[in-house]
């Protein structure tokens, strides 16, 4: 028998998760786990009792919920032996995608884990540092798209997805490219760009594939900066996100690295969608840094 403790965000999905818990814990615990459930009252303190549960020893650290539980969940098992399952329950669930795991059934995810724990299956995963001790699992941004989640956080209507959509629109008519200073690998860059991404993985914000040669275990970061054009082209330009074609517009650039600073006055930066605070920040590859259950 394992012991499992199952992080719950009882929101997510519109609280589907919390009409989820029953059924994915039955599930587990079918698979030979014993199975704590831990809902905090807020994210520090599911982060506390998160991190109580690795330090007691756990088997596994399982997330239910969306790209924000498990970016938290990331946050503690990172760097330590106790390995990380995610039962996906949101609206993006971009590392669930990445790892090839059922995004739109989480019993089905929750046998995925039970079965690979019941052999004690997983596999390693890059994950990447912040200069803040922080680490993140798919994509940092900075640029047009932070401040379309700074705008997006302010609204209160519509909800889900589509504020998002209307929060696109909004700041397309005011933003302007921003001078960015990077430093990749050591090699320093002045340019001004729309947006600077760097992933571990492909993905972000539900599927937008800005990185789209990013794989999760091969030691490196890839970068994509997106530089000055027109808002006509902008928008020409976007839908090519979905399906990582925008590498071939002119104005992107695409590089690899293993570490890599970026700097800019007055931008913030997200990683995974979970605000980190304003530029500077610098990112840093530690490949193998999580265990991963997934096939």
Request: charged share 20%.
């Amino acid at each position: 028998m394992s012991n499992v403790a199952l992080l719950v965000n009882p929101t997510a999905g519109k609280g589907r998760a919390a009409g989820m818990v029953a059924r994915v814990t039955e599930r587990l615990r079918a698979g030979g786990s014993n199975v704590a459930i831990l809902v905090g009252r807020d994210a520090d303190d599911a982060k506390a009792l998160a991190r109580q549960a690795v330090e007691d020893g756990v088997d596994a650290l399982v997330a239910l919920g969306g790209d924000g539980m498990v970016h938290l969940a990331l946050n503690v098992v990172a760097g330590t032996s106790t390995p990380l399952g995610i039962i996906p329950a949101g609206t993006g669930n971009d590392l669930a995608s990445t790892l090839r795991l059922p995004t739109k059934d989480p019993v089905a995810a929750a046998g995925v884990v039970a079965d690979q724990l019941a052999v004690g299956a997983t596999r390693a995963m890059d994950a990447v540092r912040i200069g803040d001790g922080r680490w993140f699992g798919c994509v940092l941004s900075a640029g047009f798209d932070s401040r379309v989640n700074d705008r997006a956080n302010r609204m209160t209507w519509p909800r889900g997805r589509m504020r998002y959509n209307f929060a696109i629109v909004a700041e397309l008519g005011v933003f302007k490219p921003v001078p960015f200073v990077l430093e990749i690998d050591g090699e320093r860059l002045e340019t001004e760009a729309m947006l600077v991404a760097v992933g571990n993985a492909k993905s972000y914000g539900a599927g937008m594939l800005i990185c789209p040669d990013a794989e999760v275990d091969d030691g490196l970061v890839d970068v994509t900066v997106l530089g000055p054009v027109s808002k006509p082209a902008f928008l020409r330009a976007f839908p090519k996100v979905f399906k990582g074609t925008h590498r071939d517009h002119p104005a992107v650039t695409m590089r690899r690295a293993r570490k890599v600073s970026i700097n800019a006055a007055d931008v913030t930066v997200y990683a995974d969608g979970e605000y980190v605070g304003e530029l500077p920040v610098t990112c840093e590859v530690v490949p193998g840094a999580v265990r991963v259950i997934a096939p």
